[in-house]
């Protein structure tokens, strides 16, 4: 699955005009990396490749979590703790290190 165009994040954001175009994708960016991080795998638009495991392709619960991340960011542009959906949405996705490995 494709990551969320930007006609995509305009609607999450209520954002008629293009003028913040590039802002929302600096912030789509910014939330795949941190889906990436939190996940502790790469996300994948079309296929996974062979020597990547633990990669995985978006699937709509993961574009969901992209979309609320860009609209809470685009709402609160100062420093505020990302809402828990985000990981909500993540979690059965999630890759949890060994401890003591």
């Known amino acids: 699955m ?6 995509e994040l305009r609607l999450q954001c209520k954002v008629d005009e293009t003028q913040d175009d ?3 994708l600096a912030y789509l960016m910014s939330a795949r990396e941190k889906a990436e ?19 995985m392709l978006i699937t709509p619960l993961v574009k969901l979590a992209l979309m609320l ?8 542009r100062e420093p505020h703790v990302l809402a828990s959906g985000f990981k909500e949405l993540l979690n059965d996705y ?3 290190p060994m401890r003591g490995t």
């Open 22 to 24: 590039e802002l929302l």
């Open 2 to 7: 494709p990551l969320p165009t930007i006609e």
């Open 69 to 76: 991340a860009v609209g809470f960011w685009y709402e609160h």
């Open 94 to 96: 999630r890759i949890r």
């Open 37 to 55: 991080n939190y996940l502790n795998r790469k996300l994948y638009e079309e296929h996974v490749p062979a020597d990547d495991p633990d990669g």
